[in-house]
C-alpha cells in the first residue's frame, strides 16, 4: 500500500530538481541586469516564431485572447504542426506523447472517444477546439488543426466544469490573412501494415477581404493488431470575411468519419499484461463494427471598438455519434494453459449534440502608467446525449495463451436496438456562467493576475428502460484564479499562482442515483514556475513545482454502500520541465519531463483485488493510470541544405491499472527516427517508430492492456504548390 505522502524518494528528487529548476535563475540575472523601465505594449505576429519549428511562443488556451506564454501564471506545453509533421503523427493521441504528465488512451474502449489522465487526474471530458467544449466521441485527427495547447493545472475560471488537472485545446487551421494565390500542399503516406494516407492543406485568398482554406484526410491502414484497421476521412472548410476595418468573420467546419474496430487488446493475468504475442486478437473475427462521425460547424465574430476595447463572438455547434460493437474481457479463470477468459459483447450507440455560445470582451487600458488588460463575458451551452446497450448472448470463454478463434457470436448478437436492452438513456445539460479576469502590472516588472468566473450547471437524465424517475441536478459555483509574475527582463518570467476547479456529478453528461444528490467536488492548484529563454531567445525553458488537491473526493458511505458522500481526498504533487527551440542554426530540440506522485490520501471506498481476490480499501494507493516518471525528447539536424536527419524517445515508467493497485503496466521507452529530404517544391521523408521492436503497452484497465505498435516505418512524399 503506498503512503499518504510523499516517499523520502520523491522528495528528494523534487527538491533536487526545485534546486536545477531555480539555478538558471542566479545565472540569468547575472548575466542580464534587472529593468525598472516599463516598456511599451509590443504587439507580436503569431506567425514569427515559424521558423523555430517546435516552438510557439503566443497562445489562446492561457487567456480568452492571445497572450505571450510568459504572460500567462500557468504551465503550458504547445506541440506544433512541425513537430508532429517531423514525428509522423496524425492523431491527437500521437501528438499529447509530447506532453510529459499526461497520459492517454486512446477511444479503443471508453465512452467518450479520446481520454486521458493530466496531472494525476482523469481529463476525458477536458477536450476542446478554439477554446469551446469538444467532448464528442470521436478520435481526432490532426489533419484540421494548427497546434495542440495543454494548459496544466485546475483551470475552471477560464473553462467551466472539469479541468482538475488541466485542459487539451486544439487550434484549427484558419484562413491566412492578405491577398495570395492558391497554396498548400499535397502529402501521401505509405507505411507499414498497408498504412495509406492522404493529406491535403489549400489556402487562397478570393479577395482582399475574403480568403478560404480547406484541409482533407483519407486514411486506409491495417494493423499490427490482427482483424483490426480504420478507414478515416475528414473535411475542414474555413472562410475569412473583412466585413468592415474592424470587424472580421470567421466560419469553420469539420466532417470526418471513421470506421475501425473495437479493441481491448490482451487480457491481464496475474496482475500483469497476460505474455501472447503483440498481435493476438480476443475478439470475434466478423464482429468488428466501430463507426465515429464528427460534424462541428464555428462561427467567431471579431469586433475591435477602438481604444482598447474588442469583442469576440463565438458559436458552435457540435454534432457527434459512435456505434460500435464491443468485446469486454470478463474475468480470467485458471492458470497457465488452462486459462481462460470471458467475453461481454454488446452492441453501443451514443449520440452527442453541443450548442455554445461565448461572448469576450477584452479592454487594456494604463493604469497609473502601467499597463492593464480586463477580460470579461459569458457562456451559454446546451448538451444533450442518448445512450443505448443491448448485450449479445451466447458470447463464450477463451484461452488466455492458446486462444482459437470463432468468426462470430452467431444467432446471439445484437444487431439492432429491438427486444430487450442494457441501457436507454437521454440526457441533457444547460450551462450558463459569467467570468472577469484582470492582469494588473502594478510595478515595474510586477504583474498580478485576478479573476473569477461564476458557472450555473444543471443536468437532467430520462431513464427510457425502467421507466424510473428522472434524475436531475443543479450546481451553481464560484471559481477563483490569482497569480502573481515578475518579469525581470525579457529573457525570464517567474510565477506564483493558485487556482480551483469543480466536477459536478453530471459532469460526464451521466448521473446515477448514488450521486446526484452531491455537491461538486472541488480541487485546489498551487503553482511555483519559471519560463526562461536562452541563446538569443531561440530556447525556451519553461518548468514548474506543483500541488493539486481534490478536497471532498468521492466516497462510498460507510453506512450505505449505494450511495456516495464526498469525504474523500486525493492530491497530486509534482515537477516538471520542458525545453522547446533551437540550439543552433541547424538544431531543434524538444524535450520535456515530468515526475508526479498521486495518491488516494482519504477514501471509504473499498475494492476486491483481482489478483488477491481480496476486499481492499482506496486509501493510500496510487492513483490509476499515473506514473511516476514520463517524459519524451525530439531532436532533428539539417546536415545539408536538403538534408535532415532527427529522432527521439518516449518513456513512460510503470503505473498502475486498477484501483487497488494489483494490476500494473510495465514502463516502457520508445525510440522513433526521421530522415528527410527538403527541396522547395517537394519533400521526401520516412519515419521509422520502436526502432529497438520493444515489446510495450499503450494504455490498460483492470482486465486488459494495449499493445503499442512494433518496429514499423512509414514514408511519405509531399508536394507544395
Known sequence: MQQTTLSTSSKKAIATLAFMMLAPTTALA?????????????KVDSNASEDIKFRQTRTTSGSKFEADTRDVAQSISVVTTELNESQGSYTLKDALRNVAGLTIAAGEGGVTGDSMTLRGFAARTDLYLDGVLDNGQYVRDTFF???TEVLKGASSMLFGRGSTGGVVNQISKKPKKGEYDLQGDIGLTYGSFDFKRVDLDAAASITSDVQARIAGVMQDAGSFRDFNFTKRQGIAPSLGLKLSDNTKLTLLGLIQHEDSVFDYGVPMYQGKPADVKTSQFYGYADDRLQQYNAKVATAVLDHDFGAGLKVRNTMRYGDYDRLYRTHLFGSVTGTGTAATVARNQSLR???QNNLINQTDFQYKSTFGGMANTLAFGAELGRQTNLFLNKDSTGTTSISVFNPVLTDTVGAGRA???SG???????RFANTGAVYAMNELQFAPNWKAVLGMRYDVYKIKQDDRLNN???LSHTDKVWSPRAGLI???NEAQSYYLSYGESFNPSGEGLSLSTSNANLAPELNKNYELGAKLDFLDGKLSMNTALFRIEKVNARTTDPSDPSVQILAGKQSTNGFEIGFTGRITAKWDVSASYALLDAVIDSSTTTATGTVSGQVKSLQGMTAVNVPTHSGALWNTYRMTPEWSVGGGVFFVSSRYTDSVNEVQLPGYARWDAVVAYTKPKWAFQVNMFNL???KYYESGQAKSALPGIPLSANATLKFNF
Open 415 to 417: 444487431d439492432d436496438f
Open 145 to 147: 488543426t494548427q497546434n
Open 420 to 426: 430487450t436492452l442494457k441501457s436507454n438513456s437521454y
Open 486 to 488: 515578475w518579469q525581470p
Open 468 to 470: 424510473a424517475n428522472d
Open 692 to 694: 529497438l521492436d520493444t
Open 349 to 351: 450507440l451514443g449520440e
Open 30 to 42: 547575472e548575466a542580464v541586469p534587472v529593468s525598472t523601465t516599463t516598456l511599451p505594449e509590443v
